[in-house]
């Protein structure tokens, strides 16, 4: 009885052994199954920061400038960030941000400068401060990370309120790398905000995005691949247009990857750091473009890109990209990236940003609908270029 009792576990064992194993293995035929429907992600935007390091350092300062802001009660709305501009030296790019904030009465300037001043002090790393001018009135900090300088910070005070303007200021907001995750492409069509959705060929979904874009009375882009600093390494996906190509090939991958994406009423680049920098090359797509009535907007992969500045001289519509609302995915530092976005739009009276299908950049977005239906205007992208 003690052996038949024990073969009868034994039997049990092998048997819950042998359904576990056939669950695994039918999650994992799923998954290899949905992904072979779906397709596989390509990366998002060429990130140009070159250094990580620097990157990190740059967003260390962005925070010890934000807290010291907040720390010293210095409102949001007196909080300006005047440019933020693609700069590249000895091999490293990053984004010059100028900033400029001016003082309510009965805060001190001094006391808010070496709030910012401790905090940036404080930070490990090569990060240094150095106070260009400082007065009662007004002082300004040129800020170094890596002996690089990447941020210029105004304080002005005696109370001057900026001016305002007469409108609520324009941003628009394109998502771009759609045409994989169709269920997080719908989600952000679903938003009560006029997104620009930006669409790459040749994806599972390219046409199944762009279709529901339209129906939802959204404004559907091409996001063209163009070919990276560090191609073929760094792969922007099928339908990319070479350095290498001639004005033919050229023209041939363009009309394939239009007629890939229906709908759609603008293009951007998607990576390209190194054929936005050719004028010659760019000219072609722009030509093209142009013919077809369609818009660019130069996502700016790149601080040497000369894309926006040929489509300016072709007098084609045209604009270019401001922030990466997304390149950082921490709560903290998508906070300051869209405060920065609605700074340059409540001082320049609009601005463009980019973000990705990320469930950050969505969670990002549903926040912020309050402060869009009251502060400013989210547009169509084709309201914006020139």
Excluded at 18 to 27: D, G, R
Excluded at 80 to 109: C, E, M, N, Y
Excluded at 234 to 247: A, H, I, K, Q, T
Excluded at 316 to 340: G, P, T
């Amino acid at each position: 009885m003690g052996k038949k009792r024990k073969k009868k576990r034994e039997l049990k064992y092998v048997l819950i052994a042998f359904c576990s194993l056939a669950i695994v293995l039918a999650i994992l035929i799923g998954y290899l199954w949905r992904l072979e429907k779906e397709g596989s992600p390509l990366p998002y935007e060429e990130v140009y920061a070159t250094s990580e390091r620097l990157s990190r350092e740059i967003r260390l300062v962005d925070r010890a400038i934000s807290d010291g802001f907040h720390a010293a009660g210095v409102p949001p709305e007196r909080i300006v960030f005047l440019s933020v501009i693609p700069r590249h030296k000895q091999g490293f790019h990053w984004d010059f941000t100028s900033i400029r904030a001016t003082i309510p009465r009965g805060h001190s300037v001094v006391r808010v400068g070496d709030e910012i001043k401790g905090r940036i002090s404080a930070l490990t790393g090569p990060v240094e401060i150095t106070a260009i001018k400082q007065a009662p009135t007004e002082t300004t900090f040129y800020i170094y990370c890596t002996g690089l300088f990447t941020h210029r910070l105004n304080l002005v005070g005696d109370g001057i309120s900026l001016p305002q303007r007469s409108s609520r200021p324009k941003v628009g907001i394109i998502i771009d790398d759609l045409g994989y995750d169709r269920s997080l492409a719908n989600a952000f069509i679903e938003l009560d905000i006029p997104l620009t959705l930006s669409v790459l060929p040749f994806t599972p979904n390219s046409r199944a995005v762009a279709q529901r874009a339209r129906q939802e009375g959204r404004e559907a882009m091409l996001h063209l691949p163009m070919e990276p600093i560090n191609y073929p390494s760094v792969n922007p996906g099928d339908g990319v247009l070479l350095l290498s190509m001639d004005e033919k090939t050229i023209q041939e991958v363009l009309e394939d990857d239009l007629t890939q994406t229906p709908f759609i009423v603008g293009v951007n680049n998607h990576m390209g750091s190194r054929f936005t920098e050719s004028e010659e090359k760019i000219t072609i797509v722009l030509k093209e473009l142009k013919k077809r009535n369609l818009y660019f907007v130069d996502s700016r992969t790149t601080s040497g890109t000369v894309a926006f500045k040929t489509a300016q001289k072709m007098a084609m519509k045209a604009a270019k990209r401001d922030i990466f609302l997304d390149n950082d995915l921490s709560e903290h530092a998508l906070k300051i990236q869209m405060e920065r976005l609605l700074s340059l739009a409540k001082h320049r009276g609009q601005a463009i940003g980019i973000g990705h299908p990320h469930q950050e950049t969505l969670n990002l977005l549903r926040k912020y609908q309050p402060s869009f239906a009251h502060e400013i205007e989210v547009v169509p992208v084709s309201s914006l270029v020139n």
